[in-house]
């Protein structure tokens, strides 16, 4: 579909398309397209920018990347069509390694997202050779199935636009999580220990700049971001920021574009 740089909403109709695209080449479950419609809906409240909180989140959830003695980045479909450059890129500068974990399961779709990771530059792909193949027992379905070298031994893993279950699970069995989901009610932030509420489309070449950043600091200033930081705090400030919003709209910062017809 060809999508005119003048259309109102030509940004958001291009990341759909990367959806759909997704989804006939067998990266993106059918689900996820579900699931990206949740997401665009909440993204409209945030104005489809970063708000200040987000940069707050983004910031801690880097830093953990950066100090854990083991961070994994889990990848499902979405993640994979919407942004795979720059979660190898994410992945590069903080070293943590990448998983392919899937909730909708198949050798195809593995094969598929791990054709577009391995074409997005990585070199490694953990969660794809049948050896290594583990089970967490938190974990229900198919999605059991971990990398012995990845999840399975992580004490960090960054779970993009997952659902509630397995967040909890994760917990469950002990780990930390950072998530990036952009509705800030669901299961999965109110179980990570951070919830980076933003569109992943933002969020991870943002947490790139910001990684380059916190690079040049020593150990002891990021432990202490991290420890600085709640979890449930940070999202009754998003929640704020939502409502803020809409009130400030339905006080009258919403244009009418009819009004001159
Ligand atoms: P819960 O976490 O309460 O179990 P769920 O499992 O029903 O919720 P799903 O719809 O499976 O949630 O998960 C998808 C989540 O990903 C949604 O909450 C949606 O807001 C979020 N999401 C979708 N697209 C994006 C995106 N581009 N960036 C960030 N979050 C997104």
Known sequence: ????????????????EKIIEGMHKKIVAEAGLIAHGRGEAYDYLLGEKTPNYAQKQQEVAVAMLLT????IISVNG??????PKEIVQLSEQTGALLEINLFYRSEERIKAITSVLE???TKTILGVEPEYYETIEELSHLRRIVDLRGIYSAD???????DGDRTMAL?????????IDLNPLSRTSLWSNVSIV???IRAVPEMI??????????????????????????????????????KELSEGKLEDPTKNL
């Open 209 to 246: 700049e910001e990684s380059l950043r916190l690079k040049e600091k020593d150990t002891d200033e990021l432990k202490e971001l991290i420890n600085d930081f709640d979890n449930y705090k940070s999202l009754q400030e998003t929640l704020n920021f939502m409502s803020s919003r809409l």
């Open 156 to 162: 960090l893993v960054l779970v993009p636009l997952e």
């Open 119 to 121: 074409n997005a530059g």
């Open 171 to 179: 917990r469950r069995a002990g780990k930390k999580v950072i998530t």
């Open 1 to 16: 579909m060809t999508i005119l740089d003048n259309h109102p909403r030509a940004e958001s109709l291009r990341i759909r």
């Open 198 to 200: 933003n569109n992943v």
């Open 78 to 83: 979405n993640i994979a069509a919407l942004c």
């Open 68 to 71: 854990a003695k083991k961070p």
